[in-house]
């Protein structure tokens, strides 16, 4: 079984921290005060048939409420490398369903081939990564060509969805002196990963789901891969299982508080086990 229902049968503080995750998000799309509004309007004007109608006001967003506090609640990241890809639509309805966010370590060539992916990532609020051009080593590489790769994958990004990266996970987890010094220069943060249940090797979603189960605990990070029908299926399963023990979804900016320093590397959140979390 699995499906929102899920999420909102549970109990206890499990749903109280999903009620506070899904009240954020409830900021992103129009919500149903919208249709009650019109509804009223049109009431309005039917008893008053002489009354101009009152000029509209203007949609006020909503204040956004801030992200979940690491150092109180349990938060993993789970994060999606080497897309996007066909399998990346499953993915995303999956994610939206739930209400759950994430962060997308994008290739560049794939970004310029599915635009539309990579706008509707941004827009349903997930984070947007660079993970270079062709997937290319970056620690062995020279300077010319990591210029080439991250500045080219900026720009596809940039076109499709306005947003310029500020983190770079380099693949293979491959970096030097060299890629950090640029990395800085450029504005942008190294990730890496906590929990890797090498799901491009295995191609099996009950192997991928049981992997990360058994090794999540309080900010760490979590290595998929969406291009892998296989590890897309694993996510349902993996995030109903975790917000059941308690966990929130956050992005990776969001799992340090919101800032990254360029030039820095991150693999996870330090204060993990010292929160004295249920
Ligand atoms: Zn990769």
């Avoid at 409830?26 to 919500?31: A, E, I, K, Q, V």
């Avoid at 990591?146 to 596809?156: D, F, G, N, Y």
Wanted: proline share 9%; with cysteine.
């Amino acid at each position: 079984m699995d499906g929102p229902s899920l999420v909102r049968v549970r109990q206890g503080a499990a749903a109280v921290l999903a009620a506070s995750v899904f009240g954020w998000l409830s900021t992103l799309t129009p919500g149903p005060g919208g249709v009650g509004l019109a509804g009223a309007q049109s009431a309005a004007a039917a008893q008053s048939k002489v009354a101009k109608p009152k000029p509209k006001p203007k949609p006020t967003p909503k204040p956004k409420p801030p992200p979940p506090d690491c150092a109180r609640v349990k938060c993993v990241a789970l994060t999606f490398d080497d897309g996007p890809a066909e399998s990346t639509r499953e993915l995303l309805d999956i994610l939206a369903a739930r209400r759950v966010r994430a962060t997308f370590f994008l290739i560049g060539e794939n970004a310029a081939k599915y635009p539309d992916l990579v706008r509707r990532e941004h827009e349903a609020g997930h984070e947007i990564a660079d993970h270079s051009y062709t997937h290319a080593d970056l620690g062995r590489a020279s300077k010319k060509k990591i210029m080439s790769e991250l500045t080219r994958t900026q720009e596809a990004i940039r076109r499709a969805s306005g947003v310029t990266p500020v983190m770079l996970r380099p693949p293979y987890g491959s970096t030097s002196k060299r890629l950090t010094k640029i990395t800085r220069e450029l504005g942008m943060a190294q990730v890496l990963w906590t929990v890797d249940p090498l799901d491009w090797e295995h191609r099996d979603t009950g192997y991928v789901e049981k992997r990360v189960l058994r090794s999540v605990k309080p900010g760490y990070i979590v290595l998929l891969h969406d291009i892998h029908p296989t590890s897309v299926h694993a996510v349902p399963k993996i995030i109903d299982r975790l917000a059941a023990k308690g966990y929130v979804f956050v992005t990776v900016p969001e799992l340090f508080g919101g800032r990254l320093t360029p030039g820095e590397e991150y693999l996870q959140r330090e204060s993990g086990d010292a929160q004295g979390l249920p």
